[in-house]
C-alpha cells in the first residue's frame, strides 16, 4: 500500500528552525508533484509549499514566502520542508501530499509542529 510518512515536528521557541521530512513508499515518487499542508485547530487545511516531480518549480504560500523552503531527493524518495524563523501563528499539523494528473492522490498521518516560548 501506498504511504508517506511525515517526521521531524516538535516544539520550537518562535525564532526557531525545524526541518520536516515525509518519506514517500510504493509508487514512484519521483513522476508526483509533492506538497506541504497545514492544519491549526478551528481551521480549514492550506497549502504551504509544494514542489514539482522534478524539483525544477516551487509555489509558497504568501505567509510563509521568504522562511519556508521545499526540497526533494528523488533518490531517496523524501521531500523535506525548512521551516525558518517560525512564528506561533506556524502552529499546526503538517501533511505531506502527494499528487498526480490521472492518479490517487495520497495523504501523510500529519506531524505537529508547536511554536511557543
Known amino acids: 500500500q501506498e504511504r508517506l510518512v511525515e517526521s521531524g515536528g516538535g516544539l520550537v521557541q518562535p525564532g526557531g528552525s525545524l526541518r520536516l521530512s515525509c518519506a514517500a513508499s510504493?509508487?514512484?515518487?519521483?513522476?508526483?508533484?509533492m506538497s506541504w499542508y497545514r492544519q491549526a485547530p478551528g481551521k480549514e487545511r492550506e497549502l504551504v509549499a509544494n514542489?514539482?516531480?522534478?524539483?525544477?518549480?516551487?509555489n509558497y504560500a504568501d505567509s510563509v514566502k521568504g522562511r519556508f523552503t521545499i526540497s526533494r531527493d528523488n533518490a531517496k524518495n523524501t521531500v523535506y520542508l525548512q521551516m525558518n524563523s517560525l512564528k506561533p501563528e506556524d502552529t499546526a499539523v503538517y501533511y505531506c501530499?502527494?499528487?498526480?494528473?490521472?492518479?490517487?492522490?495520497?495523504w501523510g498521518q500529519g506531524t505537529q509542529v508547536t511554536v511557543s516560548s
Open positions: 501530499n502527494a499528487r498526480r494528473p490521472g492518479s490517487n492522490t495520497y
Open positions: 510504493r509508487f514512484t515518487f519521483s513522476r508526483y508533484t
Open positions: 514542489i514539482t516531480s522534478t524539483g525544477g518549480s516551487t
